[in-house]
């Protein structure tokens, strides 16, 4: 701004006194021009570091994922971004990749899914459908899992040596990714014994 102003200054100066400008304003845009053509990256990385600033999509602290980069924010800064990957490698992002990415902010997360697909053997295709609904009935009268929200136990699939069940679920509000990782072990137990109950099992690739 102050260089700004001095130019100004100096071209109004130069023209009171009778020098034609047509010239040095010619030039002037001319040199402009060149300047933001070989500075549009810089640009860039600039106006993103100042939409990062107002529009705030992510904080310091929080996990981030955009562009298949995912960590923690250490640092944002007015050009570039550092993030500390989950394998405590730091990453260095130029801030116009949030101006044309989605940016995915984990740490807003506020429900986990659990999703995993099992697959019975063709010969227990009379199983299908009781162990179907007892695996649905144990996933809504699990305390952790949110029976009011996305909960499905459905049969998909006659895969080539199995028949699959596609079983996906919700965690309450506010858990975390490490409670998520706990519930969907105890639930892929849970399911396991209502198979054997049932005398079923699951299948393997197998060729008749």
Not at 13 to 36: E, K, R, W
Not at 127 to 154: C, F, Y
Request: net charge negative; glycine share 8%.
């Amino acid at each position: 701004l102050v260089v700004f102003i001095w130019l100004m200054t100096n071209l109004i100066a130069a023209q009171s006194y009778g020098m034609d400008m047509t010239a040095i304003l010619t030039l002037g845009g001319a040199s402009a021009f060149a300047l933001s053509f070989a500075f549009q990256d810089v640009f860039k990385n600039l106006f993103g570091g100042v939409m990062i600033l107002f529009s705030r999509p992510f904080r310091v602290g929080e996990a981030v994922e955009v562009n298949n980069l995912a960590g923690s924010i250490e640092k944002i800064g007015i050009y570039q971004t550092r993030m500390r990957g989950w394998d405590k490698v730091p990453i260095i992002i130029p801030n116009s990749m949030f101006l044309t990415n989605a940016i995915k902010n984990i740490t807003g997360i506020s429900q986990r899914k659990i999703q995993f697909v099992i697959g019975l053997r063709y010969q227990d295709f009379d199983q299908i459908k009781p162990v179907v609904q007892e695996v649905e009935t144990a996933l809504k009268s699990h305390s952790d899992v949110d029976g009011d929200g996305l909960l499905r136990v459905v049969f998909n699939n006659f895969g080539d040596s199995s028949l699959d069940i596609a079983i996906t679920c919700l965690t309450q509000a506010g858990a975390s990714a490490g409670d998520a990782a706990n519930l969907q072990q105890e639930l892929m137990i849970k399911v396991g014994e209502i198979v054997a109950a049932h005398g079923a099992d699951f299948a393997f690739p197998t060729q008749t």
